[in-house]
């Protein structure tokens, strides 16, 4: 028989072939929208470029918009790997009382509903870039007033923009950048990712070259830090009237057709925006830390809201829980706190920074008992794995168990001997330990699944303060023919941490679920997205608490090709 | 007589048949001797006609008033007793008198470090090359020059091998002195040769250092008072600090010693005199110099503990009827004065074109338009260089070249910084600001060395995202603002100089604290853990070989006072821009731009054993510069307003071979960058730039049109061929560019792009003028004017007409002009 295998093998390889089915559509993926800001109100067109979008129908979005036509980039030269993309124009309309900000758009085609990218609305006129190149003070572009937004685009590496624009004496005009695709070092990007940067000029010339524009200011972004704005936000006040010229460039002279931007003249100073505080943010230096927050815990951790407000003190002697607001004005500042811990308590101790926050401010605490020895700090230490060399950092929260009661000071002092700002504010809050779920992520944005598919999505919770309930995890809304099972997939094993026992006071205990969103061979495909809602609530005490977080997922049926 | 005749005829010779000797002096003048034995060397110098002075000391006549009072070997005075004497000093019928006074002070007590340590250092036994190298020499490791007199004993009178690494001693302990028999000490028998000596013979038995040495064995090896902390050496001087000479004439030094309890002592013979070119001029044991050739040495001085040097210039023949030369500055009357002392003539003042070129390539790198070079070249008003440099000064040019420059020295590069491209552009725009608002040098420095938290002078502490290693930033930072180098010490004390390994660590101890906490830069307190018990770790720096704690120390040995709290690099900078040290270097590095070298040069590279060509005019720039608030750009005014700066690059017969006198311009390469953009503004076709970290085969970007090379903030960031061919440093330490040609560059004239693609560009200044219908001429004059600041001469014309002439293709025949042009000597260099 041995003889006979290879012949049937061939044999059954054939069938399987001849018998595959035809290829599935791809995944719908938007790459950019170009403009992607427009003003409320108004109605304007777009162009979205993606891949698998070609056969886009519709658009979901909460402003109204339509597919108005669709196309594919040229062919690239002979010998480029690049894959022409799709290229879709829409028609946005906006209503008179539509919110300025960022509304998500995503398309449906055949294939399913795609990734989200933001359209900008804007409560002022949003001006597009004119045609032609602007990379020249003489060639720039005008901008008729303020406020104005302009929209424009990069299209070629090295490429920049020029704008140009008059000023009076003493006044101050905000140039605000943003970029349509995520900077440098942010979540998300590579290096190909749009950072712009600004720079402002003036006329003035030079022996050499009478023509030459002067800089006057530059501005790249505030800081780069993770979690920060990588977008520029130059503010400036004008020390004579006259005639200027703002420069956009790619911080690293990158350009293509994704290089999309927005810029924002404003006749003032504006503040940027913080990045939103996550609310149940813990482990973020910009959290609020409320004087309602421990029923805001105890909420999380499956427990009624019958906690007393917080007490918000200044530096000096205490009563616990405590909210301790001051600031470190000067540098080598520190400031003290006392109180009493007539038992043995859990606490736990938390930072917010509502001013300046790191790695401007960098608070460090530290908590001493009576004879001033330091019992915790804030400063998360353990050896690098490469070196061993000890590394440190701090951390915006500490839990610690005291033993011994007594009297206790804690301290607050920026890390540095040589920086103090009255922004370097602070509010310590002191409070016994509450157990509850922590932060929680959701993955995936949207799910497309072709009958008898499945697809799995994590959720990840922290458990706080020794929180020991169970967590349910529940999915409403789903489409007919579709489920969300409980699941569980391959978890790699993980070293110890370095600094195994320590660790626990700095970092919460992280667990992962997974869901499988199946359909059945049976389910009937979608023509509109169903919203589907992953639930999360913690169980204490054989009883449901309240919802800790939740998050909507598009899902579609797609047919079979 | 015959055979006399040529000793009689010597001197004349020296002085020069015409020159008549005017007067005679003795130095000193006035000395003081403490009680008998002590001893004073004088020199008489003769001042003749021709502006020049001339030792005479050997052929003149020395007589003591009271003979009883001391005794004369030549013109060595040993005391005898008590009391006041005249010496008198007769040459060629004049005369001239010290006043000595010999007090009757007890004998000086015996001291190791300087009694045995000098002789050890007089006869090399402690050099570098010998005993005090770092491990030592068979078996017995000296201090170098007897710095630490108390190892030197210990090494001596125990025995036993040093080691680098450890205080550990290696080996047996055998002792290099023998009590019982003091004759038979090793430290008797190896250096007179009686025992096989791999130094070879050092003294002899019946010599005044045997007869010391033997009798301090005798004596039981004391030690003695200490020396150098308490009444010891402050201070050498070498007199004359520059000593001119003819070829073959001699010249005594006199040096004396400053005690740190305020009196002097001869130590003439006391030390080791070394020329750093004895070809040009060469000194004995006793101090004499002796010229050999045209040019310009220093000699050095050693002694325990203390190392100085002078200068000795080998001078041409008396020049009659010097030109006198206006100074216009201090710079110019300092510069001026060495020139008239060498016997060579500054060139002429450079020309107009010459000048223009060199200062607007000196002070923004930048070439100019045609059209201003003919304004300035046609422009009548007598302070129009004057008017031209502060133009320049307040350029934006000359903010995007010294950005540049100090973008160099303050190594602004992503692998510098941390690794990340954002922290060396805002590293790179800090250091733009503070040459935009001419920010005092003084804060600058404070600011870069003390830098705390995540403020953009703080990136250059953190190469490769890591804090880097104390020793190595302390390095750095004392190189870059006291342009020193004490890498050496880092290992052991260093061999030449008088740095010890203890002041090294003590230096980086300033640093020792340094840490980096996510992104930002701290000073770890040392009173709190901030959570060390976890890992057990601790925030101190261990001395490489005591493997003790090391504590802040400044370069002078004492301690700094530093808060356990606070951060010890604001102390340091404090310290560091307060000591001489700092606006000297920073005045040198500034000449040295200007000049083509330092006043010591390498501009960051002092020490005893390279010093100054002009050591009063470092210390006056230094002093102006202190004095005026660390103003660079008036720094740099006062520089290029001098005429020592405006000389022409054209040699006269007398200062043809002077390269440091600055009795010339020197002509030296232009830097790539400079160059590159030079070649982009003479041909009109401006150069593009990939960003690509890659060596230019992924570029992800292209820096803005306008760029030009020198706004390149890094060079890790841009890859160009022709950068890299012409030396432009990759900042991955304090960069070095030699400017020397190579054979890749000739080949990149050849058929590289930036020469040749450049010329055939459809909006090149050539296609332009062509498509204007420039004639010939003007196409030649335009060119010249903007690659050469000249136009060309009327020789130069006529042949360049008649080779366009022969070439059929006129447009052809004009590009390799231009080739020709920008490939040239005089294009490719600041003269």
Same mark, same amino acid.
């Given at each position: 028989?041995?003889?006979?295998?290879?012949?049937?093998?061939?044999?059954?390889?054939?069938?399987?072939?001849?018998?595959?089915?035809?290829? %599935?559509?791809?995944?719908?993926?938007?790459?950019?929208?170009?403009?992607?800001?427009?003003?409320?109100?108004?109605?304007?067109?777009?162009?979205?470029?993606?891949?698998?979008?070609?056969?886009?129908?519709?658009?979901?979005?909460?402003?109204?918009?339509?597919?108005?036509?669709?196309?594919?980039?040229?062919?690239?030269?002979?010998?480029?790997?690049?894959?022409?993309?799709?290229?879709? *124009?829409?028609?946005?309309?906006?209503?008179?009382?539509?919110?300025?900000?960022?509304?998500?758009?995503?398309?449906?085609?055949?294939?399913?509903?795609?990734?989200?990218?933001?359209?900008?609305?804007?409560?002022?006129?949003?001006?597009?870039?004119?045609?032609?190149?602007?990379?020249?003070?003489?060639?720039?572009?005008?901008?008729?007033?303020?406020?104005?937004?302009?929209?424009?685009?990069?299209?070629?590496?090295?490429?920049?923009?020029?704008?140009?624009?008059?000023?009076?004496?003493?006044?101050?005009?905000?140039?605000?950048?943003?970029?349509?695709?995520?900077?440098?070092?942010?979540?998300?990007?590579?290096?190909?990712?749009?950072?712009?940067?600004?720079?402002?000029?003036?006329?003035?010339?030079?022996?050499?070259?009478?023509?030459?524009?002067?800089?006057?200011?530059?501005?790249?972004?505030?800081?780069?830090?993770?979690?920060?704005?990588?977008?520029?936000?130059?503010?400036?006040?004008?020390?004579?009237?006259?005639?200027?010229?703002?420069?956009?460039?790619?911080?690293?002279?990158?350009?293509?057709?994704?290089? $999309?931007?927005?810029?924002?003249?404003?006749?003032?100073?504006?503040?940027?925006?913080?990045?939103?505080?996550?609310?149940?943010?813990?482990?973020?230096?910009?959290?609020?830390?409320?004087?309602?927050?421990?029923?805001?815990?105890?909420?999380?951790?499956?427990?009624?809201?019958?906690?007393?407000?917080?007490?918000?003190?200044?530096?000096?002697?205490?009563?616990?829980?405590?909210?301790?607001?001051?600031?470190?004005?000067?540098?080598?500042?520190?400031?003290?706190?006392?109180?009493?811990?007539?038992?043995? %308590?859990?606490?736990?101790?938390?930072?917010?920074?509502?001013?300046?926050?790191?790695?401007?401010?960098?608070?460090?605490?530290?908590?001493?008992?009576?004879?001033?020895?330091?019992?915790?700090?804030?400063?998360?230490?353990?050896?690098?794995?490469?070196?061993?060399?000890?590394?440190?950092?701090?951390?915006?929260?500490?839990?610690?168990?005291?033993?011994?009661?007594?009297?206790?000071?804690?301290?607050?002092?920026?890390?540095?001997?040589?920086?103090?700002?009255?922004?370097?504010?602070?509010?310590?809050?002191?409070?016994?330990?509450?157990?509850?779920?922590?932060?929680?992520?959701?993955?995936?944005?949207?799910?497309?699944?072709?009958?008898?598919?499945?697809?799995?999505?994590?959720?990840?919770?922290?458990?706080?303060?020794?929180?020991?309930?169970?967590?349910?995890?529940?999915?409403?809304?789903?489409?007919?023919?579709?489920?969300?099972?409980?699941?569980?997939?391959?978890?790699?094993?993980?070293?110890?941490?370095?600094?195994?026992?320590?660790?626990?006071?700095?970092?919460?205990?992280?667990?992962?679920?997974?869901?499988?969103?199946?359909?059945?061979?049976?389910?009937?495909?979608?023509?509109?997205?169903?919203?589907?809602?992953?639930?999360? *609530?913690?169980?204490?005490?054989?009883?449901?608490?309240?919802?800790?977080?939740?998050?909507?997922?598009?899902?579609?049926?797609?047919?079979?090709? | 007589?015959?055979?006399?005749?040529?000793?009689?005829?010597?001197?004349?010779?020296?002085?020069?048949?015409?020159?008549?000797?005017?007067?005679?002096?003795?130095?000193?003048?006035?000395?003081?001797?403490?009680?008998?034995? $002590?001893?004073?060397?004088?020199?008489?110098?003769?001042?003749?006609?021709?502006?020049?002075?001339?030792?005479?000391?050997?052929?003149?006549?020395?007589?003591?008033?009271?003979?009883?009072?001391?005794?004369?070997?030549?013109?060595?005075?040993?005391?005898?007793?008590?009391?006041?004497?005249?010496?008198?000093?007769?040459?060629?019928?004049?005369?001239?008198?010290?006043?000595?006074?010999?007090?009757?002070?007890?004998?000086?007590?015996?001291?190791?470090?300087?009694?045995?340590?000098?002789?050890?250092?007089?006869?090399?036994?402690?050099?570098?090359?010998?005993?005090?190298?770092?491990?030592?020499?068979?078996?017995?490791?000296?201090?170098?020059?007897?710095?630490?007199?108390?190892?030197?004993?210990?090494?001596?009178?125990?025995?036993?091998?040093?080691?680098?690494?450890?205080?550990?001693?290696?080996?047996?302990?055998?002792?290099?002195?023998?009590?019982?028999?003091?004759?038979?000490?090793?430290?008797?028998?190896?250096?007179?040769?009686?025992?096989?000596?791999?130094?070879?013979?050092?003294?002899?038995?019946?010599?005044?250092?045997?007869?010391?040495?033997?009798?301090?064995?005798?004596? #039981?090896?004391?030690?003695?008072?200490?020396?150098? #902390?308490?009444?010891?050496?402050?201070?050498?001087?070498?007199?004359?600090?520059?000593?001119?000479?003819?070829?073959?004439?001699?010249?005594?030094?006199?040096?004396?010693?400053?005690?740190?309890?305020?009196?002097?002592?001869?130590?003439?013979?006391?030390?080791?005199?070394?020329?750093?070119?004895?070809?040009?001029?060469?000194?004995?044991?006793?101090?004499?110099?002796?010229?050999?050739?045209?040019?310009?040495?220093?000699?050095?001085?050693?002694?325990?503990?203390?190392?100085?040097?002078?200068?000795?210039?080998?001078?041409?023949?008396?020049?009659?009827?010097?030109?006198?030369?206006?100074?216009?500055?201090?710079?110019?009357?300092?510069?001026?004065?060495?020139?008239?002392?060498?016997?060579?003539?500054?060139?002429?003042?450079?020309?107009?074109?010459?000048?223009?070129?060199?200062?607007?390539?000196?002070?923004?790198?930048?070439?100019?338009?045609?059209?201003?070079?003919?304004?300035?070249?046609?422009?009548?008003?007598?302070?129009?260089?004057?008017?031209?440099?502060?133009?320049?000064?307040?350029?934006?040019?000359?903010?995007?070249?010294?950005?540049?420059?100090?973008?160099?020295?303050? %190594?602004?590069?992503?692998?510098?910084?941390?690794?990340?491209?954002?922290?060396?552009?805002?590293? $790179?725009?800090?250091?733009?600001?503070?040459?935009?608002?001419?920010?005092?040098?003084?804060?600058?420095?404070?600011?870069?060395?003390?830098?705390? #938290?995540?403020?953009?002078?703080?990136?250059?502490?953190?190469?490769?995202?890591?804090?880097?290693?104390?020793?190595?930033?302390?390095?750095?930072?004392?190189?870059?603002?006291?342009?020193?180098?004490?890498?050496?010490?880092?290992?052991?004390?260093?061999?030449?100089?008088?740095?010890?390994?203890?002041?090294?660590?003590?230096?980086?101890?300033?640093? #020792?604290?340094?840490?980096?906490?996510?992104?930002?830069?701290?000073?770890?307190?040392?009173?709190?853990?901030?959570?060390?018990?976890?890992?057990?770790?601790?925030?101190?720096?261990?001395?490489?070989?005591?493997?003790?704690?090391?504590?802040?120390?400044?370069?002078?040995?004492?301690?700094?006072?530093?808060?356990?709290?606070?951060?010890?690099?604001?102390?340091?900078?404090?310290?560091?821009?307060?000591?001489?040290?700092?606006?000297?270097?920073?005045?040198?590095?500034?000449?040295?731009?200007?000049?083509?070298?330092?006043?010591?040069?390498?501009?960051?590279?002092? %020490?005893?054993?390279?010093?100054?060509?002009?050591?009063?005019?470092?210390?006056?720039?230094? $002093?102006?510069?202190?004095?005026?608030?660390?103003?660079?750009?008036?720094?740099?005014?006062?520089?290029?307003?001098?005429?020592?700066?405006?000389?022409?690059?054209?040699?006269?017969?007398?200062?043809?071979?002077?390269?440091?006198?600055?009795?010339?311009?020197?002509?030296?390469?232009?830097?790539?960058?400079?160059?590159?953009?030079?070649?982009?503004?003479?041909?009109?076709?401006?150069?593009?730039?990939?960003?690509?970290?890659?060596?230019?085969?992924?570029?992800?970007?292209?820096?803005?049109?306008?760029?030009?090379?020198?706004?390149?903030?890094?060079?890790?960031?841009?890859?160009?061929?022709?950068?890299?061919?012409?030396?432009?440093?990759?900042?991955?330490?304090?960069?070095?560019?030699?400017?020397?040609?190579?054979?890749?560059?000739?080949?990149?004239?050849?058929?590289?792009?930036?020469?040749?693609?450049?010329?055939?560009?459809?909006?090149?200044?050539?296609?332009?003028?062509?498509?204007?219908?420039?004639?010939?001429?003007?196409?030649?004059?335009?060119?010249?004017?903007?690659?050469?600041?000249?136009?060309?001469?009327?020789?130069?014309?006529?042949?360049?007409?008649?080779?366009?002439?022969?070439?059929?293709?006129?447009?052809?025949?004009?590009?390799?002009?231009?080739?020709?042009?920008?490939?040239?000597?005089?294009?490719?260099?600041?003269?």
């Amino acid at each position: 028989m041995r003889v006979l295998w290879p012949i049937l093998l061939l044999a059954s390889v054939t069938v399987v072939s001849a018998q595959q089915p035809p290829p %599935r559509p791809a995944d719908p993926k938007l790459l950019s929208i170009h403009p992607f800001a427009g003003q409320a109100g108004t109605s304007f067109t777009v162009t979205v470029r993606g891949t698998g979008i070609k056969t886009a129908t519709s658009v979901q979005s909460d402003l109204e918009a339509s597919v108005e036509a669709v196309d594919q980039e040229a062919p690239p030269a002979p010998g480029s790997r690049r894959t022409p993309s799709d290229l879709v *124009r829409l028609k946005i309309t906006s209503a008179p009382d539509a919110k300025p900000g960022r509304h998500n758009l995503r398309l449906i085609t055949p294939g399913g509903i795609s990734n989200a990218l933001p359209i900008h609305l804007t409560p002022h006129a949003v001006v597009s870039e004119p045609d032609g190149i602007h990379e020249t003070p003489e060639t720039a572009i005008p901008v008729p007033s303020l406020p104005t937004t302009f929209t424009g685009r990069i299209t070629a590496k090295g490429e920049s923009d020029f704008f140009v624009f008059e000023a009076h004496e003493g006044q101050t005009i905000t140039f605000s950048a943003a970029s349509g695709l995520p900077g440098i070092g942010s979540a998300g990007s590579n290096a190909n990712g749009f950072d712009p940067s600004l720079a402002l000029y003036e006329l003035g010339g030079s022996w050499f070259d009478p023509a030459r524009i002067r800089r006057v200011a530059f501005n790249d972004e505030p800081l780069w830090f993770f979690g920060r704005h990588q977008e520029p936000h130059l503010v400036h006040r004008f020390q004579k009237t006259g005639k200027y010229y703002l420069r956009l460039e790619a911080f690293s002279g990158q350009g293509g057709p994704d290089y $999309s931007y927005r810029l924002d003249f404003f006749p003032r100073e504006t503040q940027q925006d913080r990045p939103p505080a996550d609310p149940s943010g813990e482990r973020g230096f910009s959290r609020l830390l409320s004087t309602d927050r421990l029923n805001q815990l105890a909420e999380r951790g499956g427990k009624p809201r019958d906690r007393k407000s917080v007490e918000t003190y200044n530096p000096g002697p205490v009563q616990l829980p405590a909210i301790i607001e001051g600031a470190i004005a000067e540098p080598g500042q520190s400031q003290r706190a006392h109180f009493q811990i007539d038992g043995p %308590r859990d606490i736990a101790i938390e930072i917010q920074t509502p001013s300046a926050d790191p790695p401007l401010f960098n608070p460090v605490v530290r908590l001493l008992d009576s004879r001033g020895e330091e019992v915790a700090t804030n400063i998360l230490v353990g050896r690098g794995a490469c070196t061993g060399a000890m590394s440190k950092s701090i951390q915006a929260k500490v839990i610690v168990p005291i033993r011994n009661p007594g009297a206790y000071t804690v301290e607050v002092r920026d890390l540095t001997a040589d920086l103090g700002d009255p922004s370097f504010r602070y509010r310590l809050m002191i409070r016994q330990q509450i157990p509850h779920l922590g932060n929680i992520g959701i993955d995936e944005d949207h799910i497309n699944l072709f009958p008898g598919d499945a697809k799995t999505t994590r959720v990840t919770f922290d458990r706080e303060e020794d929180f020991r309930g169970a967590v349910a995890i529940t999915v409403e809304s789903l489409p007919p023919g579709v489920q969300a099972l409980p699941s569980a997939d391959y978890e790699p094993d993980k070293d110890a941490p370095l600094t195994a026992g320590k660790r626990e006071r700095f970092n919460p205990r992280t667990e992962r679920a997974v869901i499988a969103f199946t359909a059945d061979p049976t389910a009937p495909p979608t023509t509109k997205p169903a919203m589907a809602r992953v639930v999360v *609530r913690p169980i204490v005490d054989g009883k449901p608490g309240a919802v800790a977080a939740s998050k909507q997922i598009p899902i579609m049926v797609v047919p079979q090709p | 007589m015959k055979f006399l005749l040529p000793f009689l005829a010597l001197p004349l010779l020296a002085a020069g048949l015409d020159s008549k000797m005017l007067s005679l002096k003795i130095y000193p003048s006035t000395v003081k001797l403490s009680g008998a034995g $002590s001893t004073q060397q004088f020199l008489a110098i003769a001042n003749y006609s021709d502006g020049v002075e001339r030792d005479v000391t050997s052929e003149t006549a020395w007589t003591l008033s009271h003979p009883n009072l001391g005794k004369l070997a030549g013109a060595r005075l040993s005391a005898l007793a008590g009391g006041s004497l005249n010496l008198t000093a007769r040459f060629q019928g004049k005369q001239a008198i010290s006043r000595v006074e010999i007090t009757n002070a007890p004998p000086r007590p015996f001291q190791f470090g300087r009694d045995i340590g000098g002789i050890l250092t007089k006869r090399g036994c402690n050099s570098a090359a010998c005993h005090g190298g770092v491990k030592g020499r068979g078996g017995l490791k000296l201090s170098a020059n007897a710095l630490y007199p108390k190892d030197d004993y210990e090494w001596i009178t125990k025995g036993g091998i040093y080691q680098v690494l450890t205080t550990q001693v290696a080996g047996d302990r055998v002792p290099r002195v023998n009590i019982a028999q003091p004759e038979k000490s090793l430290l008797l028998t190896k250096p007179t040769g009686v025992e096989a000596h791999g130094g070879g013979k050092r003294f002899d038995i019946d010599s005044e250092d045997y007869r010391v040495l033997l009798q301090w064995v005798k004596n #039981g090896t004391p030690y003695g008072e200490e020396g150098m #902390g308490g009444s010891g050496i402050v201070a050498f001087e070498v007199w004359p600090s520059i000593a001119t000479l003819p070829v073959q004439g001699v010249r005594r030094l006199l040096v004396t010693a400053r005690f740190a309890d305020g009196h002097s002592e001869d130590y003439t013979h006391q030390v080791l005199y070394a020329s750093n070119e004895s070809d040009i001029a060469s000194v004995n044991a006793e101090g004499l110099v002796t010229a050999h050739k045209l040019g310009e040495t220093a000699i050095l001085v050693r002694a325990a503990g203390q190392v100085a040097s002078a200068v000795a210039g080998v001078i041409g023949p008396p020049i009659p009827g010097y030109p006198a030369v206006s100074p216009a500055n201090f710079i110019d009357t300092q510069v001026f004065a060495k020139l008239r002392q060498f016997n060579l003539i500054p060139s002429e003042l450079s020309e107009d074109g010459e000048f223009l070129r060199r200062v607007c390539l000196d002070l923004t790198g930048t070439l100019p338009p045609p059209a201003r070079t003919r304004e300035f070249l046609a422009s009548t008003d007598p302070r129009k260089r004057e008017k031209l440099i502060d133009t320049l000064l307040a350029s934006p040019e000359y903010n995007d070249y010294w950005t540049f420059r100090f973008s160099d020295v303050f %190594r602004v590069a992503i692998f510098a910084n941390g690794l990340m491209p954002k922290w060396s552009t805002g590293y $790179s725009e800090w250091i733009r600001n503070n040459i935009e608002t001419n920010r005092p040098y003084d804060q600058v420095a404070r600011e870069r060395l003390s830098a705390q #938290g995540y403020s953009p002078a703080t990136r250059h502490f953190i190469p490769y995202n890591q804090i880097g290693t104390p020793p190595d930033t302390m390095a750095e930072e004392v190189r870059v603002f006291f342009g020193r180098r004490l890498d050496c010490a880092q290992c052991h004390n260093h061999p030449y100089e008088n740095w010890s390994q203890d002041q090294f660590w003590g230096m980086a101890a300033f640093f #020792g604290r340094m840490f980096k906490m996510g992104s930002i830069v701290v000073d770890h307190p040392v009173n709190m853990d901030w959570s060390s018990k976890d890992v057990d770790g601790k925030i101190e720096l261990l001395h490489p070989r005591t493997k003790s704690a090391v504590h802040p120390m400044y370069l002078d040995g004492s301690a700094a006072q530093v808060a356990a709290d606070a951060n010890p690099r604001k102390e340091l900078a404090r310290w560091m821009t307060a000591h001489p040290y700092f606006a000297e270097a920073a005045v040198n590095r500034l000449w040295g731009y200007f000049f083509a070298r330092g006043i010591v040069d390498p501009v960051d590279d002092f %020490r005893s054993t390279n010093p100054p060509t002009h050591p009063e005019l470092l210390a006056t720039l230094a $002093s102006d510069f202190r004095g005026n608030g660390y103003n660079l750009r008036r720094l740099m005014k006062t520089i290029t307003t001098s005429r020592a700066y405006q000389l022409s690059h054209r040699p006269n017969n007398t200062n043809r071979a002077d390269l440091t006198n600055y009795s010339h311009s020197v002509a030296r390469a232009v830097d790539a960058e400079v160059l590159l953009d030079a070649v982009a503004d003479v041909t009109g076709v401006p150069e593009t730039f990939a960003t690509s970290v890659t060596g230019g085969a992924s570029a992800i970007g292209q820096a803005p049109a306008g760029t030009r090379a020198i706004h390149l903030k890094d060079p890790d960031m841009y890859f160009s061929r022709f950068l890299e061919l012409y030396g432009r440093p990759s900042r991955g330490a304090i960069p070095e560019r030699s400017g020397k040609p190579n054979l890749a560059q000739a080949l990149h004239m050849l058929a590289g792009a930036t020469y040749v693609d450049r010329l055939g560009q459809p909006n090149s200044r050539l296609a332009r003028m062509l498509e204007s219908g420039a004639t010939d001429d003007r196409i030649f004059e335009e060119f010249y004017l903007a690659s050469l600041m000249r136009l060309p001469g009327a020789d130069e014309k006529a042949e360049l007409k008649q080779i366009l002439g022969q070439r059929q293709d006129r447009t052809a025949g004009l590009r390799e002009f231009i080739w020709a042009l920008i490939s040239s000597r005089e294009f490719a260099e600041n003269h």
